[in-house]
T-cell receptor, first 109, second 114 residues
Framework: QKEVEQNSGPLSVPEGAIASLNCTYSDRGSQSFFWYRQYSGKSPELIMSIYSNGDKEDGRFTAQLNKASQYVSLLIRDSQPSDSATYLCAADSSYKLIFGSGTRLLVRP | DVKVTQSSRYLVKRTGEKVFLECVQDMDHENMFWYRQDPGLGLRLIYFSYDVKMKEKGDIPEGYSVSREKKERFSLILESASTNQTSMYLC?????????????FGEGSRLTVL
């Protein structure tokens, strides 16, 4: 069974701080990785995708991928209360995406 | 604007009823998926389809069936609803390319089985 593991949290950070979210995956054949944000009662929305080892930056968000360690992370700089949500990590496995159970992030004003 | 539309946002059904959840996408995507989401368990794949009339079981197919008669439409069927199928159901679609392409989600259908 292919798996994606995340710490469920909650991860609590003060407003303006850097939030660091982490994820590991078991399928060495996975080639693409995604971070989704999900607000309570809403469906997931894509934050970042990453396909190559290293860092990928988009505004306040940076995704990091290390295929040797089977590790993906998401950094959120200058965290805002509106960033409070559950963050889902996903890894490609054939046609499908396998999701972690999500990390709940709380940004304190 | 790309769109995945689920026919019902909220449903309440009784045990033993047959339930249809409909999903339509307007992006001409080959791949379509049904997930369920429960607190603490994350998103679990029920079924997916990579082409018209093609379907593959996901991780939790028991108690469910699917239908894909047209490329844009993917239906989830609960033949005889049970209380343990109370959940949020999410439909999603994706381009065929294995290595790229995000999942686009519908708004979800929250099903309560009494």
């Amino acid at each position: 069974q292919k798996e994606v593991e995340q710490n469920s949290g909650p991860l609590s950070v003060p407003e303006g701080a850097i939030a660091s979210l982490n994820c590991t995956y078991s399928d060495r054949g996975s080639q693409s990785f995604f971070w989704y944000r999900q607000y309570s009662g809403k469906s997931p929305e894509l934050i970042m995708s990453i396909y190559s080892n290293g860092d990928k930056e988009d505004g306040r968000f940076t995704a990091q991928l290390n295929k040797a360690s089977q590790y993906v992370s998401l950094l959120i700089r200058d965290s805002q209360p509106s960033d409070s949500a559950t963050y889902l990590c996903a890894a490609d496995s054939s046609y499908k995406l396998i999701f972690g159970s999500g990390t709940r992030l709380l940004v304190r004003p | 604007d790309v769109k995945v539309t689920q026919s019902s946002r909220y449903l309440v059904k009784r045990t033993g009823e047959k339930v249809f959840l409909e999903c339509v996408q307007d992006m001409d995507h080959e791949n379509m998926f049904w997930y369920r989401q429960d607190p603490g368990l994350g998103l679990r794949l029920i079924y997916f389809s990579y082409d018209v009339k093609m379907k593959e079981k996901g991780d939790i197919p028991e108690g469910y069936s699917v239908s894909r008669e047209k490329k844009e439409r993917f239906s989830l069927i609960l033949e005889s609803a049970s209380t343990n199928q109370t959940s949020m159901y999410l439909c999603a679609s994706r381009v065929r390319d294995r290595y790229t392409g995000e999942l686009f989600f519908g708004e979800g259908s929250r099903l309560t089985v009494l």
